[in-house]
Every structure is written in structure tokens, then in C-alpha cells.
């Protein structure tokens, strides 16, 4: 089992920066190898935004390439996803997700980013 709690969302205006926090606990959370932060819009399918494997491989959205970056603390089982130059594009609920050996998935609750313009 794994729990994940999300932090770090909000309003901000554009061209601005937040970081979004994911920390991880359980008995699993050493089995962790993949984690990602996916975001979704009102009306649109949720999708992915960036992820990092338990070696460091990063992969990013198109969209958000050279804007964001993801890392982990390994010490404090927790993954960000600082955001740079943020577009009213970038509104979404952010969830953290977490996929341990087995495999199992974990979803956070998800976290509102409004971006105004």
C-alpha cells in the first residue's frame, strides 16, 4: 500500500512558477519505481505531464518541455514538479501517480493549478 498526498497548487498569473509536492507512505513505498504527475481539464481526459523512473529517466509532455521539471528525494519519498512559465493552458487538477512492483497504480487526490491571464 502506498498513500500519496498532494501539495502546492493555487492561483497564479502567468508567466509565473509553483512547485507541486507528492509525498509517498506505506509499506510499499520502496517498491516504488515510477512516478509521474499527469494533469486533467475540465472536460478533457486526463493525461501525462512529466514521470520519473526510480533510475532518474525523465520524460515530459511536449507542452510543458523546457517548463517543467520533475525530480524526486528518494530520502523523503517524494516527488515534485517545478513549474515555470506557467500559460492559463496549464489550468488543470494535477494528480501524482505512483506505480510500485506488482504492479500497482496510485493516484493522489489531485491538486487545482489556475493559471490566470
Known amino acids: 500500500q502506498v498513500q500519496l498526498v498532494e501539495s502546492g497548487g493555487g492561483l497564479v498569473q502567468a508567466g509565473g512558477s509553483l512547485r507541486l509536492s507528492c509525498a509517498a507512505s506505506?509499506?510499499?513505498?520502496?517498491?516504488?519505481?515510477?512516478m509521474a504527475w499527469y494533469w486533467q481539464a475540465p472536460g478533457k481526459q486526463r493525461e501525462l505531464v512529466a514521470s520519473?523512473?526510480?533510475?532518474?529517466?525523465?520524460n515530459y509532455a511536449d507542452s510543458v518541455k523546457g517548463r517543467f521539471t520533475i525530480s524526486r528525494d528518494g530520502a523523503k519519498d517524494t516527488v515534485y514538479l517545478q513549474m515555470n512559465s506557467l500559460k492559463p493552458e496549464d489550468t488543470a487538477v494535477y494528480f501524482c501517480?505512483?506505480?510500485?512492483?506488482?504492479?500497482?497504480?496510485?493516484w493522489g487526490q489531485g491538486t487545482q493549478v489556475t493559471v490566470s491571464s
Open positions: 520519473i523512473t526510480s533510475g532518474g529517466t525523465t
Open positions: 506505506g509499506r510499499d513505498v520502496r517498491s516504488m519505481y515510477f
Open positions: 501517480n505512483v506505480v510500485t512492483y506488482g504492479p500497482l497504480v496510485y
